[in-house]
């Protein structure tokens, strides 16, 4: 797991080398120091923070937040897993450290074969970063494909309003906005129907009682909207 927050999940009273090395003490993955401290060299490395030895001894607040970043990083790359979940992994870092943290996903993914899972609000990051995005409102997925098929072509009408608000970074480019009305509703008091009816701008009568299911489409992405079938093309 990688959290979001890179100034609150680190122990400021531990040094980098103790942060790295706890998760292999937990799980006592080492029979040696010597090849625990090599794991952690290692791993260091793999996460950008060359040459090692110069940041084993250092403690949190005396790295910047991407550094800080890449070490929460390394505490979750050491077990050598299948999986890593991060949750809004570059939304607290200056602007100009998002794409280094990033660029380190993507290359993590790439050399290890891990399976990243990344939550964010941000469209803009998930497209850029991953194959596969499912789109959640209330704690349900409402449309979930292929990036490219959500980016280039969103069916569901909340997926539609999320998108038609990202930046575009053309002069000329034009897009319209559909800002949604009204505020979003409390989790645990969804609305009956389709959770996403008191906003949504193509609600009809049938969506305030019908809780539509997630179907599959003919393109193979799956939605959940009584107003996208598997006839809509
Ligand atoms: S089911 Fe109805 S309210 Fe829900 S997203 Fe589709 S059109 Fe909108």
């Not at 952690?40 to 005396?62: C, M, N, Q």
């Not at 290359?107 to 990344?118: A, F, P, Q």
């Not at 193509?202 to 009682?209: Q, T």
């Amino acid at each position: 797991m990688i959290f979001q927050d890179p100034y609150g999940s680190l122990s400021n009273n531990m040094t980098v080398a103790e942060i790295i090395a706890e998760p292999l003490k937990l799980h006592k993955i080492c029979s040696s120091i010597e090849e625990e401290e090599e794991l952690v060299i290692r791993t260091l490395e793999d996460v950008g923070l060359r040459p090692a030895s110069d940041f084993v001894d250092r403690l949190p607040h005396e790295l910047s937040g991407g550094q800080r970043q890449r070490v929460a990083v390394g505490a979750a790359l050491v077990l050598g897993p299948d999986l890593l979940l991060a949750d809004e992994p570059v939304s607290m870092l200056d602007v100009s450290m998002r794409g280094q943290i990033l660029k380190l996903l993507l290359e993590l993914r790439e050399k290890k074969g891990i399976t990243i899972v990344i939550i964010t609000h941000n469209l803009a990051v998930a497209k850029q970063i991953s194959s596969r995005i499912a789109i959640a409102y209330l704690g349900e997925i409402v449309e979930t494909g292929e990036t490219r098929q959500i980016i280039d072509d969103p069916r569901h009408p909340y997926t539609k309003a999320l998108l038609s608000v990202v930046p575009v970074p053309e002069i000329d480019a034009k897009r319209e906005r559909i800002l949604l009305t009204g505020e979003t509703p409390n989790p645990i008091n969804v609305p009956p129907g389709c959770r996403f009816h008191t906003r949504c701008p193509f609600a009809k009568e049938k969506c305030s009682v019908e809780e539509p299911s997630l179907i599959t489409l003919p393109d193979g992405r799956k939605v959940a909207c009584h107003d996208v079938g598997v006839d809509s093309g």
